[in-house]
T-cell receptor
Framework: GNSVTQMEGPVTLSEEAFLTINCTYT??????LFWYVQYPGEGLQLLLK?????DKGSNKGFEATYRKETTSFHLEKGSVQVSDSAVYFC???????????FGSGTRLLVRP | DVKVTQSSRYLVKRTGEKVFLECVQD?????MFWYRQDPGLGLRLIYF???????EKGDIPEGYSVSREKKERFSLILESASTNQTSMYLC?????????????FGSGTRLTVV
């Protein structure tokens, strides 16, 4: 069945460091892929998405490229800020049912 | 923007109580979902609905039921709350076409069962 695996956290970085959070998936067909962010005490917000192979999603300096050959959708940001501290979830959408299947989440802590 | 409103941010209930978690959307989305979020497990789908009076079991439906009497409202029901249902519950709607394709989540209800 469909599944998503993302790197365990927490990830602790200094401000302005480069961020990578790895995400790989297992799926039949070509699902849409998403990154969601959850700030402390809040619900989930869509960060970016990609709906087909080689698409690059981007938002607020974050990027992720849909790699079919490696079944990956790694999240990157060139220079993190303290305000990026949050939990990040990778997810895929089951195209036949619209169900979202989530990874376990990665907590990011950015220190000044 | 689509708004998804969950009626309570925090709830404390006793074991054995019947608990209702309410979710209301202000757009005309057919698809609505209930997830629970637990540390280290991510989000897991409890129930979903594609239309009024329609419901489908998700991956972890045991101990839960749902009600969708109107398109804008999707309620999650804990028939007899237990301590292992202490969790964060997230409601979401889904737009399946157009530029706003994808999910919109509510801000969550943190339920504690004592």
């Amino acid at each position: 069945g469909n599944s998503v695996t993302q790197m365990e956290g927490p990830v602790t970085l200094s401000e302005e460091a480069f961020l990578t959070i790895n995400c790989t998936y297992t799926a039949t067909g070509y699902p849409s892929l998403f990154w969601y962010v959850q700030y402390p005490g809040e619900g989930l917000q869509l960060l970016l998405k990609a709906t087909k192979a080689d698409d690059k999603g981007s938002n607020k300096g974050f990027e992720a490229t849909y790699r079919k050959e490696t079944t990956s959708f790694h999240l990157e940001k060139g220079s993190v800020q303290v305000s990026d501290s949050a939990v990040y979830f990778c997810a895929l959408e089951d195209g036949s049912s619209y169900k979202l299947i989530f990874g376990s989440g990665t907590r990011l802590l950015v220190r000044p | 923007d689509v708004k998804v409103t969950q009626s309570s941010r925090y709830l404390v209930k006793r074991t054995g109580e019947k608990v209702f978690l309410e979710c209301v959307q202000d757009m005309d989305h057919e698809n609505m979902f209930w997830y629970r979020q637990d540390p280290g497990l991510g989000l897991r789908l409890i129930y979903f609905s594609y239309d009024v009076k329609m419901k489908e079991k998700g991956d972890i439906p045991e101990g839960y039921s749902v009600s969708r009497e109107k398109k804008e409202r999707f309620s999650l029901i804990l028939e007899s709350a237990s301590t292992n249902q202490t969790s964060m519950y997230l409601c979401a709607t889904h737009m399946d076409r157009g530029p706003n394709y994808g999910y919109t989540f509510g801000s969550g209800t943190r339920l504690t069962v004592v």
